[in-house]
T-cell receptor, first 109, second 118 residues
């Protein structure tokens, strides 16, 4: 069964801290997505990757194919980063996305 | 550029009533996805269109749900009759689909429609 697991479920950090959110999947994937859902409910796609690393501003996403694991890092965290971060994976080009349960991040000033 | 537009943003209705949710994808995008999000089940794909044709509707829960895409700039998701368990946030997303791999392209989400069925 294709599964996606995220950890931690909840994370509280102080402003400025380096944050890591983890995503593990059951077997080899064709693509992994990181999404951000704001407190108001809107969803933004952050990254889509199948290998290596991608960086956008203070956000970095990495994926380790051998270990079936992806991480989302936030450097110099800020209260506006407070959101739910969701990873999602697909196992072949035609497979629908399977979503993790999300990591709820709160960054305190 | 305008993002994905959904309407209404909020809908409260009574059990048994028909509900129609609307979505306008980003211009130039040829893939459209309808998702449902609940506390219990998280995000789930309901149906996906490519070039206005339904490709994967295996996530549509039952016959009460139907979706159409009459043209490249408009899609509807209809629930008839609605039930309290349909209460959720319904998201529409769109993407470009040039390489034949719909889930390997970045998806752009609309703001969602929050549905409450009493």
């Amino acid at each position: 069964k294709n599964e996606v697991e995220q950890s931690p479920q909840n994370l509280t950090a102080q402003e400025g801290e380096f944050i890591t959110i983890n995503c593990s999947y059951s077997v080899g994937i064709s693509a992994l997505h990181w999404l951000q859902q704001h407190p108001g409910g809107g969803i933004v796609s952050l990254f889509m990757l199948s290998s290596g690393k991608k960086k956008h501003g203070r956000l970095i996403a990495t994926i380790n194919i051998q270990e079936k694991h992806s991480s989302l890092h936030i450097t110099a965290s800020h209260p506006r980063d407070s959101a739910v971060y969701i990873c999602a994976a697909s196992w072949s080009s035609g497979d629908k996305l399977t979503f993790g349960t999300g990591t709820r991040l709160a960054v305190r000033p | 550029d305008a993002g994905v537009i959904q309407s209404p943003r909020h809908e409260v209705t009574e059990m048994g009533q028909e509900v129609t949710l609307r979505c306008k994808p980003i211009s130039g995008h040829n893939s459209l996805f309808w998702y449902r999000q609940t506390m219990m089940r998280g995000l789930e794909l309901l149906i996906y269109f490519n070039n206005n044709v339904p490709i994967d509707d295996s996530g549509m829960p039952e016959d009460r749900f139907s979706a159409k895409m009459p043209n490249a700039s408009f899609s509807t998701l209809k629930i008839q009759p609605s039930e309290p368990r349909d209460s959720a946030v319904y998201f529409c997303a769109s993407s470009r689909f040039p390489r034949g791999a719909p889930y390997q392209e970045t998806q752009y989400f609309g703001p969602g429609t929050r549905l409450l069925v009493l």
